[in-house]
């Protein structure tokens, strides 16, 4: 990169937004399904770019809405941010693998975020790149478990409950040393897993866990999307 082309921040995050949402009923691609008067995606690039740390934005579109993506994205690009759209793959892992395929050269902190967590704030980005920049690997954002859980089986019988004081959800984004991401997923092949911190785990990576964000609620179904709505209206405005 030119001097004059230089990134803002140090840090890539991708973006996987091909996905099609099914939980949600009939409708386009979950990333492109409306919150408020704007898609997902749109929410939540605004907030990466937000991030003083983010230099490069790489988003996953769906194969036969990468341009129609890139525009939608466009008025939300902050000076300094790099935002390149590429063609998702079947799946989520495949859609990361090539979004980290397309990545600058120089960008050595990657964190992979869901376009369903719209409202993953700022301070979240910011803090997650922070805890890799501190020498941890892996990094995961996480919140406890406040429900109790028990293990049912086939039947529909429980077979006993769970501690839950060590039961932590998972939330994105999740950092991650770009050689050590694109060591994860080579290693992985067809192998799938829920969350990239998962293909690390098999390499015996440890994974650091920091504080989550209750904004970064994750849509799935229309009941999340009515949540959404709600944090929407409540959160501060956001600004890079």
């Known amino acids: 990169m030119t001097a004059q082309h230089k990134p803002r921040g140090d840090v890539a995050v991708l973006v996987p937004a091909a996905g099609a949402g099914v939980r949600l009923g009939p409708g386009p691609p979950k990333a492109l399904r409306s919150l408020g008067e704007q898609p997902l995606l749109v929410h939540a690039v605004r907030r990466l770019c937000a991030a003083r740390c983010v230099g490069c934005v790489v988003i996953a579109a769906p ?6 993506v890139r525009a939608l994205v466009a008025p939300e690009v902050t000076a300094g941010v790099v935002v390149t759209v590429v063609a998702g793959g079947a ?11 397309a990545v600058p050269v120089g960008f050595d902190v990657v964190l992979v975020h869901d376009a ?5 704030p700022p301070s979240l980005v910011e803090a997650v790149a922070a805890a ?13 478990v406040v429900d109790t ?17 060590a039961l932590r959800a998972v939330q994105t984004p999740q950092g991650f040393r770009r050689g050590l991401l ?3 997923h ?17 390499l015996g990576v440890a994974v650091r866990c920091v504080p989550g964000s209750e904004l970064a609620i994750k849509v799935t179904r229309p009941a999340d999307l009515a949540i959404a709505q709600m944090l929407l209206h409540s959160e501060a405005p ?3």
């Open 63 to 68: 194969p036969s809405d990468v341009d129609a």
């Open 91 to 101: 799946s989520r892992q495949e859609s990361v693998a090539r979004a980290l395929a």
């Open 132 to 144: 890799v920049r501190d020498g941890h690997d892996a990094v995961i954002p996480v919140l406890p």
């Open 149 to 165: 859980v028990k293990v049912v089986d086939a039947d529909g019988y429980v077979e006993r409950t769970v501690d839950r004081s």
């Open 116 to 120: 369903a967590r719209a409202l993953a």
């Open 238 to 240: 956001v600004r890079s």
């Open 186 to 202: 080579a290693a992985a092949g067809a192998d799938q897993a829920t969350d990239d911190a998962g293909l690390v785990e098999r």
């Open 182 to 184: 694109a060591k994860a």
